[in-house]
């Protein structure tokens, strides 16, 4: 197993592997770019079937941040770190201290924060011994109110490229995943006049949403067929797939998820059928952006003039009526024009 072998591999600049046998502790940290400044990147705690697993995840997360954080416009680079391994099992004070020290080795070039597996109250153990961690309550608060904040500016502009209006008001949205950020979300374009259908696996987020919201609801397996102007996936990832691309009835896809696309036959079918996607990590980037403040106090991080957040966060619009712009022009699908764009913007 090597990096340099993996398909993944697109010329990172530090792949860092970590052991520690007394905690069972076995972690990767995987470094993409630092072309804008110190990479950040999310601890995924998962039990991978493989070594080659977890190193093919973090190398490819990591990348993804580099576009993410770029077309954020922040002043970071991509990384991501996994450690391999069932967090119920094994995961402890230890193992997260040894992993803190671990970060420490590596210095001021990666900062790290939640993901899946990993809690607040994990990260909160590691800044017991690694000041490399960011993300908690000493930062901008509760990222998933940033990531609703960020999307709802997303949402604008598929509005008004689709339906050349930029207000909520009758606008029918569906919103698969009613947790920290479909919650939220769904109360801010409630707020703002639109039409909600739902659907959760969780029957009180379901119950909540229809009391307070008056939201209709579905399944979750036939939500993305819903009857709306705009498909909000806020749940997992994955859940576009060819056959859900083609069953789709919105005009427009946009949501909070991560790595909506299964595959790129997915994408080429919603351009194919006319529904606008909205690149995942670009409108749901309102949780890293909002990590920026917190960046600056990373030790060897200097604060730079930028805006204060909720303006940082109102660009997420331009960034994607950009992208929009782009593809039309070129005529290529706004997941390939932002990851272009991405490139473009770390110098490769
Ligand atoms: P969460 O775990 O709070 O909520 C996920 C919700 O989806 C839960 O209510 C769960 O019951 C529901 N769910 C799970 N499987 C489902 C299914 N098959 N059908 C319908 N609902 C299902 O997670 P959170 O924080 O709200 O994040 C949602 C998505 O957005 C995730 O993909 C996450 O990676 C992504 N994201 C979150 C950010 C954040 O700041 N929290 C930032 C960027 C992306």
């Not at 072998?5 to 770019?33: M, N, P, W, Y």
């Not at 969780?202 to 399944?219: M, N, P, W, Y």
Request: charged share 20%; net charge negative; glycine share 10%.
């Amino acid at each position: 197993m090597s990096p340099w072998t993996s398909a993944e591999f697109d010329a990172h600049e530090q792949v860092c592997h970590f052991t520690d046998k007394r905690s069972g502790l076995q972690a990767i940290v995987a470094i993409h770019s630092t072309a804008r400044g110190a990479a950040v990147g999310g601890t995924r705690f998962k039990a991978y079937p493989s070594a080659e697993h977890a190193l093919d995840d973090a190398l490819r997360l990591s990348r993804a941040m580099s576009y993410k954080t770029a077309l954020a416009d922040m002043p970071a680079g991509g990384g991501k770190a996994v450690i391999w391994g069932d967090p119920a099992r094994i995961k402890s004070k230890a193992l997260l201290h040894a992993y803190g020290d671990f970060l420490n080795r590596i210095g001021t070039v990666f900062v790290t924060g939640q993901d899946v597996g990993m809690t607040a109250a994990d990260i909160e153990t590691i800044r017991e011994v690694s000041p490399f961690v960011g993300g908690t309550a000493t930062g901008a608060g509760d990222t998933a109110i940033h990531t609703a904040d960020g999307l709802i500016h997303g949402l604008k502009a598929v509005l008004e490229r689709k339906f050349g209006r930029s207000d909520f008001d009758g606008v029918r949205l569906a919103i698969q995943g009613l947790g920290a950020v479909g919650m939220d979300l769904a109360a801010k374009l409630h707020a703002q006049g639109a039409r909600l259908v739902v659907a959760d696996i969780d029957d009180a987020a379901v119950r909540k949403a229809v009391g307070i919201f008056g939201a209709i609801v579905l399944k979750s397996e036939d939500i993305h067929r819903a009857e709306v102007d705009i498909f909000s996936p806020c749940a997992l990832g994955g859940g576009l797939t060819p056959q859900s691309a083609a069953e789709i009835r919105a005009a427009a896809v946009a949501g909070s998820a991560n790595n909506q696309l299964a595959s790129a036959e997915a994408g080429e079918i919603l351009a194919r059928r006319g529904i606008l996607y909205a690149p995942d990590y670009v409108v749901n980037a309102g949780g890293v952006i909002s990590s920026l403040e917190e960046y600056f106090t990373i030790p060897g991080r200097q604060a730079s003039e930028a805006p204060p957040l909720q303006q940082r966060l109102a660009r997420i619009h331009a960034r994607l009526a950009e992208i929009f712009d782009r593809s039309e022009i070129e005529g290529t699908r706004p997941e390939i024009t932002a990851e272009t764009m991405g490139k473009e913007l770390i110098g490769r």
